[in-house]
């Protein structure tokens, strides 16, 4: 379908307590790259008609990260007060695109360009003003639950510390994204109160909202739960990197290349590999990395902005950054060469 009345809307304003850091949250780096770099990389492969960034927390730091990166603009939410609040500071930039709102967090760097268009795709058939997603998981513990009436419709949200106990054994949870009617999202945003827990504007009551107007909430459930999820911690910060890495080497794998044990291999998706390369245990390979067809990297390498020629073999140990090896050339053990470029 076509996107070109549609905007992104990512929310990255928050400090991320739980990281117990002084940084902004979204740019904690997960397989190579600030967390929110690919949020922003699932979206621009969308081609939607603008994409605004809601900064905060850092702003300084987040805003000149994205901007050499990206083509954004920004909208400032000055107190940290909730996703509702956070939203609100984006109306005027939104108000003058007009039209439909895609709306996730800048702290789920699993996403994937496909279920954002699939989630759009039925946004826009069912001619939808509001579309939440959902998704389910054994342990839903720290989300929003989703409170569905007796015809399976979605009626609330409920977040996980106003929840009583049987809405805690819900297992369908909000993921965080939504489609929306740029005009119904900011009139129903402006009826939020902060009567809950933590005295913050939640998004998610948007939901309520719209059922005691009549409005039909469309709900689509994301199949892979890990694709929403959202990094809070330093060990989610790891498990995110663990996906990205596995979605990497399964790519490669598929393409032609053999890794051994590869849960201990990382490669970066800026590097290209040729065909019937093996790669052994404990690599990694990053930057502008090139490698041609039939080489051998053996265990421990460590590649960074190299041009390796056809079955040329990297041996054991060998650190190599800026270096070109030629066709069929083999370096050997323990080798460092650090060159600059």
């Known amino acids: 379908m076509d996107f070109e009345n549609i905007?992104?809307?990512?929310?990255a304003a928050g400090k991320g307590t739980r990281m117990k850091s002084e940084h902004a949250k979204v740019l904690h780096e997960v397989f190579f790259a600030p967390m929110v770099h690919h949020v922003l990389d699932a979206i621009q492969a969308l081609h939607l008609k603008k994409i605004v960034v809601v900064t905060?927390?850092?702003r300084v730091e987040v805003e000149n990260s994205l901007s050499s990166n990206y083509q954004v603009t920004f909208a400032w939410q000055h107190d940290q007060i909730g996703t509702g609040h956070a939203v609100l500071a984006a109306e005027e930039q939104l108000r003058q695109a007009g039209g439909t709102v895609l709306i996730l967090c800048g702290d789920t760097p699993l996403i994937r360009p496909q279920t954002l268009k699939d989630l759009l795709d039925d946004h826009l058939q069912n001619s939808?003003?509001?579309?939440v997603m959902t998704t389910k998981v054994d342990n839903p513990k720290n989300y929003g639950r989703i409170i569905s009436g007796s015809?399976?419709?979605?009626?609330?949200i409920v977040e996980e510390k106003d929840a009583d106990a049987k809405t805690r054994k819900i297992k369908e949870i909000n993921a965080?994204?939504?489609?929306?009617?740029i005009d119904f999202l900011f009139d129903a945003v402006k009826q939020v109160g902060n009567d809950n827990q933590q005295g913050e504007v939640y998004l998610t009551d948007i939901v309520g909202i719209a059922v005691d107007s009549g409005v039909t909430v469309n709900r689509f459930i994301c199949k892979d739960h890990l694709e929403i999820l959202g990094v809070n911690s330093r060990h989610e910060l790891a498990q995110a990197h663990e996906i990205l890495q596995e979605r990497r080497n399964k790519e490669l794998m598929a393409s032609g290349i053999t890794l051994i044990h590869p849960e201990t291999i990382c490669i970066e998706k800026t590097v290209a590999i040729g065909t019937d390369t093996v790669i052994y245990p404990n690599v990694f390979v990053s930057g502008k990395t090139t490698v041609g067809k039939g080489c051998v990297i053996e265990p421990f390498a460590i590649l960074h902005n190299c041009q390796i020629g056809d079955s040329a073999t990297i041996s054991a140990n060998s650190n190599l950054t800026g270096h070109r090896v030629a066709r069929g050339e083999k370096v050997p053990?323990?080798?460092v060469i650090r060159l600059s470029n």
């Open 333 to 335: 053990p323990h080798t």
């Open 151 to 156: 015809d399976g419709e979605v009626v609330a």
């Open 128 to 131: 939808s003003r509001l579309t």
């Open 7 to 11: 905007s992104a809307l990512v929310l």
């Open 176 to 181: 965080g994204v939504y489609c929306a009617d």
């Open 56 to 58: 905060g927390y850092r």
